[in-house]
T-cell receptor, first 114, second 114 residues
Framework: NAGVTQTPKFRVLKTGQSMTLLCAQD?????MYWYRQDPGMGLRLIHYSVGEGTTAKGEVPDGYNVSRLKKQNFLLGLESAAPSQTSVYFC?????????????FGPGTRLTVT | KQEVTQIPAALSVPEGENLVLNCSFT??????LQWFRQDPGKGLTSLLL?????REQTSGRLNASLDKSSGRSTLYIAASQPGDSATYLC?????????????FGTGTLLAVQP
């Protein structure tokens, strides 16, 4: 049981380049989330999904797109990277079982946009 | 708008001390509050989750309390050890609006000196 995994762990992009971050979970969780973590600002929600084929905007969605084609995977895309998107990105998932609302986090992807 | 604050931002204690970390939130309309631990360069590990109807949760040397009416939670760590050194984050899941998100504080960086 690997929990929540993220690829890649590190990436450096030039302004204007595109990339996709992959999140995978093997816990059969319905809900998945993408957050970014910036110094002094805490974690902020980018997009989330409540099930396969669904996505919704979070707090800071601009410049990002997401897809949830399979229940176990949640992809975060940057179509045209900007230096303001330099951050650490975390994926999380949780079950819908009422007794357990904990979110489980991946190890993060450190992205630098130059 | 829900805001979560953690004070102090950093704390250094000698090994063996009992300590308290504080978390405050501005809106008492929450489903639950969750405490996380984050090690440098790593993801978040869930420590304790307190439902809005609960007053406290315990796990080993950790005890988290919740006073929803005053908008406060504390994380008590007994007999601290150098291995407890990490950043501790609290997050609330608000009621109403987009409930599928957590609002995070900016964390308390704890250093336990041997």
């Amino acid at each position: 049981n690997a929990g929540v995994t993220q690829t890649p762990k590190f990436r450096v992009l030039k302004t204007g380049q595109s990339m996709t971050l992959l999140c995978a979970q093997d816990m059969n969780h319905e809900y998945m989330y993408w957050y970014r973590q910036d110094p002094g600002m805490g974690l902020r929600l980018i997009h989330y999904s409540v099930g396969e084929g669904t996505t919704a905007k979070g707090e800071v969605p601009d410049g990002y797109n997401v897809s949830r084609l399979k229940k176990q995977n949640f992809l975060l895309g940057l179509e045209s990277a900007a230096p303001s998107q330099t951050s650490v990105y975390f994926c999380a998932s949780r079950t819908t079982v009422r007794s357990s609302y904990e979110q489980y986090f991946g190890p993060g992807t450190r992205l630098t946009v130059t | 708008k829900q805001e979560v604050t953690q004070i102090p931002a950093a704390l250094s204690v000698p090994e063996g001390e009992n300590l308290v970390l504080n978390c405050s939130f501005t809106d008492s309309a929450i489903y639950n509050l969750q405490w996380f631990r984050q090690d440098p360069g790593k993801g978040l590990t869930s420590l304790l989750l307190i439902q809005s109807s609960q007053r406290e949760q315990t796990s080993g040397r950790l005890n988290a309390s919740l006073d929803k009416s005053s908008g406060r939670s504390t994380l008590y760590i007994a007999a601290s050890q150098p291995g407890d050194s990490a950043t501790y984050l609290c997050a609330v899941r608000p009621r109403g609006g987009a409930t599928n998100k957590l609002i995070f504080g900016t964390g308390t960086l704890l250093a336990v000196q041997p």
